[in-house]
């Protein structure tokens, strides 16, 4: 495998992705790719994919600020394995697990990707954790984004996480969510946690409407439905 597989940056309107681009190409020392801007996430890892020349590369979120001192230097993966996942730090629980972590992903099986609400659950292959912490997912760049981040996460952990933790560790993480102790527009993480709870217990399992936590049009309006509420 080459040593230094490509690397893309996936962004869609996040505030600091300009800046997140430039420090991750800073610290891993080689050009990352960037698609901006792609409507759908399903779409936007197809065309990820698309974009690359070796056969597995890193993936980072718009909003992923990398610790200085990461290093990936990553293994071949496995033959069974479509996906690593390096931890990132959440920056209103303090907790550090593969939320918004960055990837290393084998171009194939995004090609291959099955139906899950979180789409690169269904990659097909196994997924593998690392106990490194990569960095830091910064989705306390806005209201919005705040707002959004707990709103998807915790509707998908009300749901039933599709990567096989337990019950007792989903429930702690939505505790986590809920009742966030640092960090930037907590009030609204706590106000996307519970609105995505909601979403997520009014809304049938299999129902189509699960879709539309991967619409970045849809959550927008839902949050500026919100906030106009909370306005008035």
Same mark, same amino acid.
């Given at each position: 495998?080459?040593?230094? @597989?490509? !690397? ?22 080689r @050009?990352? %790719?960037?698609?901006?801007? *792609? ?7 197809r ?19 990398i ?8 293994? @071949?993966?496995?033959?069974? *394995?479509?996906?690593?996942?390096? %931890?990132?730090?959440?920056? *209103? !629980? ?7 972590g960055?990837k ?7 090609q291959?990707?099955?139906? &899950? ?25 806005s209201?919005?984004?705040?707002? %959004? ?15 096989? &933790?337990? !019950? ?11 009742n ?8 609204? *993480? ?9 979403? &997520?217990?009014? !809304? ?29």
């Open positions: 495998m080459n040593p230094h @597989p490509d !690397t893309v940056m996936l962004s869609f309107d996040e505030p600091l992705a300009n800046d997140l681009h430039t420090r991750l190409e800073h610290v891993l020392g @050009p990352v %790719k960037r698609l901006h801007g *792609v409507v759908g996430m399903r779409r936007a890892y065309l990820a994919a698309d974009l690359v020349d070796t056969d597995t590369f890193l993936l980072a979120d718009g909003d992923f600020h610790h200085a001192g990461f290093d990936p230097a990553p293994e @071949p993966l496995a033959e069974d *394995v479509a996906m690593q996942v390096w %931890k990132a730090t959440n920056p *209103v !629980t303090g907790r550090a697990y593969g939320y918004g960055i290393l992903i084998r171009r194939e099986a995004l291959h990707l099955g139906e &899950a609400v979180d789409v690169l659950a269904a990659l097909p292959g196994r997924v593998e954790f690392h106990e490194q912490v990569a960095g830091t997912t910064r989705f306390d760049q209201p919005y984004h705040a707002w %959004k981040a707990g709103f998807r996460e915790v509707a998908m952990l009300t749901r039933g996480c599709e990567y096989g &933790a337990g !019950t007792d560790t989903t429930r702690e993480q939505i505790r986590a969510w809920t966030p102790n640092g960090g930037r527009f907590i009030s609204w *993480v706590q106000q996307g946690a519970s609105d995505g709870a909601a979403f &997520a217990r009014a !809304t049938p399992e299999h129902a189509p409407a699960w879709e539309h936590l991967n619409d970045p049009r849809w959550l927008r309006a839902r949050f500026d439905t919100v906030q106009a509420r909370e306005r008035s």
